[in-house]
């Protein structure tokens, strides 16, 4: 069992920064590849980054590709989604996820959520 709790949300002007992290319980924290989602008012959730175990491979959406950085510490049991060049576009709760193996950007693959956190990003 993992549990996962997000922090680092909150509200920032457009084109500002933001670090959200991500704390897992658990042993086995380096075993999961981490993903990040977020769900906008009225849209389904979409896939946000993921980082393999390792950290070695990262992957994004296009949406988000050379504004975000996703990071992990395996010693610290943490993943990070550093937010830069924020658009309104960007305000959803974001949620992460765990994985067991290999990364994807396939939520119905995921096995723990967290609760989420609330980005709001104004013009």
């Known amino acids: 069992q993992v549990q996962l709790v997000e922090s680092g949300g909150g509200l920032v002007q457009a084109g500002g920064s933001l670090r959200l992290s991500c704390t897992a319980s658990?042993?086995?924290?380096?075993?999961?590849?981490m993903g990040w989602f977020r769900q906008a008012p009225g849209k389904e959730r979409e896939f946000v980054a993921v980082i393999s175990w390792s950290g070695d491979s990262t992957y994004y959406a296009d949406s988000v590709k050379g504004r975000f950085t996703i990071s992990r510490d395996n010693a610290k049991n943490t993943v990070h989604l550093q937010m830069n060049s924020l658009k309104p576009e960007d305000t959803a709760v974001y949620y992460c996820a765990a994985v067991r193996g290999g990364s994807t950007w396939n939520e119905r693959e995921y096995d723990y959520w967290g609760q989420g956190t609330q980005v709001t990003v104004s013009s």
């Open positions: 658990g042993s086995t924290f380096g075993s999961y590849s």
